[in-house]
T-cell receptor
Framework: QVQLVQSGAEVKKPGSSVKVSCKPSGGTFINYTIAWVRQAPGQGFEWMGRIITIFGHTSYGQNLQGRLILTADKSTSTVYMELRRLMPEDTGVYYCVTIFRAPSGSFGFDLWGQGTLITVSS | DIQMTQSPSSLSASVGDRVTITCRASETVDIYLNWYQQKPGVAPKLLIFDASSLQNGVPSRFSGSGSGTQFTLTINSLQPEDYATYYC??????????FGQGTKVEVK
């Protein structure tokens, strides 16, 4: 079964950038839409954005506009999440997820990466 | 953005109990409501989509109901492996697809 494998934990200084990778093991990203969500310590989930890998089309949450960049490398079936101008409140676990479409037309997150802890601290 | 509110935020239950968690949306989400289970240190798992459809491999003791703005997740005969935090999520509106704040099911 396909699993999403993310890159490892990072510790960053405020104002710097971080880039997290997400790659399927045992499969490719063709025809997948990948979303990113994050979870602050002890909190719920926040939508960040999504990328349609076959087209490279992206959409971002308003709260991260201008700081978030999602890219897809089709040759390596890897999706990247880059967050710039990091702040301490960006600390949390970041997940890539695949978006599936139910027969009804609704959406859900059916496959999750293992999560990547990003710590932003001076 | 559509706001999702879960209640209670936590509950204590014993193995074999029936557990009910409620999720309310700030405006209608039709049936476009998902439920996830998350255990500590692990990524969430999709349990239910379309308010009441069980994801493949999810035990039948889990069930969901509701439409519009009021939804319920029920666990019949709670098992030891069900102690976790449960989240609802709406995917009715264009993104952001918002989550509830979570309900932690703890040992009584």
């Amino acid at each position: 079964q396909v699993q999403l494998v993310q890159s490892g934990a990072e510790v960053k200084k405020p104002g710097s950038s971080v880039k997290v990778s997400c790659k399927p093991s045992g499969g490719t990203f063709i025809n997948y839409t990948i979303a990113w969500v994050r979870q602050a310590p002890g909190q719920g989930f926040e939508w960040m954005g999504r990328i349609i890998t076959i087209f490279g089309h992206t959409s971002y949450g308003q709260n991260l506009q201008g700081r978030l960049i999602l890219t897809a490398d089709k040759s390596t079936s890897t999706v990247y999440m880059e967050l710039r101008r990091l702040m301490p409140e960006d600390t949390g676990v970041y997940y890539c997820v695949t978006i599936f479409r139910a027969p009804s037309g609704s959406f859900g997150f059916d496959l999750w990466g293992q999560g990547t802890l990003i710590t932003v601290s001076s | 953005d559509i706001q999702m509110t879960q209640s209670p935020s936590s509950l204590s239950a014993s193995v074999g109990d029936r557990v009910t968690i409620t999720c309310r949306a700030s405006e209608t989400v039709d049936i476009y409501l998902n439920w996830y289970q998350q255990k500590p240190g692990v990524a969430p798992k999709l349990l239910i989509f379309d308010a009441s459809s069980l994801q493949n491999g999810v035990p039948s003791r889990f069930s969901g109901s509701g439409s519009g703005t009021q939804f319920t997740l029920t666990i019949n005969s709670l098992q030891p492996e069900d102690y976790a935090t449960y989240y609802c999520q709406q995917t009715y509106s264009p993104p952001p697809w918002t989550f509830g704040q979570g309900t932690k099911v703890e040992v009584k």
